[in-house]
């Protein structure tokens, strides 16, 4: 029996006090009762109806405008007009499937393809970021004729059954399949002294032995490389490697989810396992690949791909589409023209060193980390150390009520995932920077000034964490 904690449930809506300020809204959530199945949930203990978006605001019936900082499917933007004008425009010619030869679906395979590693020359494309892993792992299991997967402890790579079995965060009630390893991501001592790849790398060796003992071939590591649901745990760049490299060593393939952290997230590249010199063998793309367009892909080898084809092929009705090849094209358009993964790593470090400072004034924010436009937040207890989902909670509707939209994350739910399109600017940070003081001094009152003047004044470089002992009562 699982007790891991149901993240989404953290702040999923409550039914008597959704409606307060919201007229019009009880009729809405009956209507959505009625028909939707219970495992949908919704954002916010008072839900917010949108009703349309722009570049990094939602925007509710009443014209109260919200900033995104959660939402990395649009990735350039909301309704960014350059990806819709493409988007229509195609729709308006055609849309059909890849057995019929188009232009538009060729050049963009050839401009995506370009953006990786020699070697990697191939793509499937899907409609979704699950799709997408479920590929990845008929791909690894036809390429190496095992059936062992490793992931981390409470990764999250999707919801058809193959892919939900290698995605801890969803487990309730119940364990790993027999055919899954899940090995802990490295502890913060460990981060801090640059021993994370020694400590990930032995955990997985003993995940390959243990598999291996229970006559279990490998087929491969699943990774998310920005580690979004574990916590984000980005640093130190190059911690995964070392792992990667036994895992090939040991005849299985190294599949980088690059779902979330993908299209210059991270503010390095536009690749976050290019941040940890991996060589991985299938790389996994979805949400921001066609900015609202559902769209995924699989990048390979071709002789990957060859093992597959022997055994069933691959089809996919709406992958690869001319419409959804519009979309991708035009949001590497927009990547290109607006710098957005250099603006990204700007604004980035900027929102990230304010909220360092931030946090040692309020110890409760125990860590503040990430890279580009990926951050996290983890909260513990100021009297006790503890991590503290209840303040995470809480925090996450403070700033709700503020206008700031943000998601929680970590096997704990102890940690506020900051993760806007890529159009945020440094005006969106000091907005966003404003009302997370303003929740943090209603929760701590007077706790700035009592801290203000012994607080640190050690730089902080681009790239660290902070990390604070308990406070003290």
Known sequence: ???????????????????????????????????????????????????????????????RRYLDLYNNVAVVGHCHPHVVGAVAGQLALLNTNTRYLHDLVITY???????????????????????????????ARAFTGGTGFIVTGNAYHGNTAAVAELSPASFRNWGSPPHVRTVPIPDRGMRNTGEAG????????????????????????????????DGIFPEPAGFLAPAARLVQQA???????????????????????????????????????????????????????????????????????????????????????????????????FLKSQMVELSRRYPAMSEVRGAGLFLGIEWHHPKTGAPDPELTGWMI???RERGMLTGAAGALGNVIKIRPPLCFSAADADLFLEALEAALEERFPNRSERNGATGSATQVLPGTTVAHPADSP
């Open 198 to 229: 020694d400590q990930f790398a032995a955990a997985v060796a003993a995940s390959i032995d243990d598999l291996r003992r229970r006559g279990i071939r490998l087929a491969g590591l699943l990774v998310d490389t920005i580690l979004s649901s």
């Open 109 to 139: 395979a050839e401009r995506l393809l370009a953006t990786f590693p020699q070697g990697l020359s191939n793509v499937l494309f899907t409609c979704t970021g699950s799709e997408s892993n479920d590929c990845a792992v008929r791909l």
């Open 1 to 63: 029996m699982s007790d891991r904690l149901d993240i989404l449930s953290l702040n999923r809506f409550d039914p008597e006090d959704a409606t307060r300020g919201q007229p019009g809204l009880g009729e809405l959530l009956k209507r959505r009762e009625a028909t939707l199945n219970a495992a949908t949930m919704l954002f916010y203990r008072r839900p917010i109806q949108v009703v349309r978006a722009e570049g990094v605001w939602m925007i509710d019936p009443t014209g």
């Open 251 to 349: 005849g299985g393939v190294v599949i980088a989810d690059e779902v979330q952290a993908g299209f210059g997230r991270t503010g390095d590249a536009l690749w976050g396992f290019l941040r940890h010199d991996l060589a991985p063998d299938i790389v996994t793309l979805g949400k921001p690949m066609g900015n609202g367009y559902p769209m995924g892909g699989v990048v390979t080898r071709p002789e990957i791909i060859e093992c597959l084809s022997a055994q069933a092929g691959y089809f996919n009705t709406f992958g690869g589409s001319p419409v959804a090849a519009a979309a991708g094209l035009a949001v590497l358009d927009v990547l290109d023209r607006e710098n957005l993964v250099e603006k990204t790593r700007d604004v980035g470090a």
């Open 397 to 399: 509707e403070a700033l």
